[in-house]
């Protein structure tokens, strides 16, 4: 499975971005898929996570009520809308998924699979 993540940007402190991850190769095999995002100087953090049928998903507590995941398996594609940004929402943001999980998870070494990371910039 291949990940591409895309949708990054720089934007205002309030303001939405809504980043996309296209999938594929063996897409069937992915069950959870998630974001994490890591910011400079600091290490890799959960974000949110959905599982293939769409009605299971956590969320990092940080970004309830601001972010909001969704996936289109049709299109192999899962979503982040982000609104309300912050300045220390500011990192890189990267997709993932697992082939082996059925529910969302939070562990990042749970994870099989990895995009290249999108940067998103929140200016105050």
């Known amino acids: 499975v291949q990940l591409q993540a895309s949708g990054g940007g720089l934007v205002q402190a309030g303001g939405s971005l809504r980043l996309s991850c296209a999938a594929s190769g063996r897409t069937f095999s992915m069950r959870v898929m998630g974001w994490f995002r890591q910011a400079p100087g600091k290490e890799r953090e959960f974000v949110a996570a959905i599982s293939r049928s769409g009605n299971s998903i956590d969320y990092a507590d940080f970004v309830k009520g601001r972010f909001t995941i969704s996936r289109d398996n049709a299109k192999n594609t899962e979503y982040l809308q982000m609104n309300s940004l912050k300045p220390e929402d500011t990192a890189v943001y990267y997709c993932?998924?697992?082939?082996?999980?059925?529910?969302?998870?939070?562990?990042?070494?749970?994870?099989?699979?990895w995009g290249q990371g999108t940067l998103v910039t929140v200016s105050s």
């Open positions: 993932a998924a697992s082939g082996t999980n059925y529910r969302p998870t939070a562990e990042a070494n749970e994870y099989d699979h």
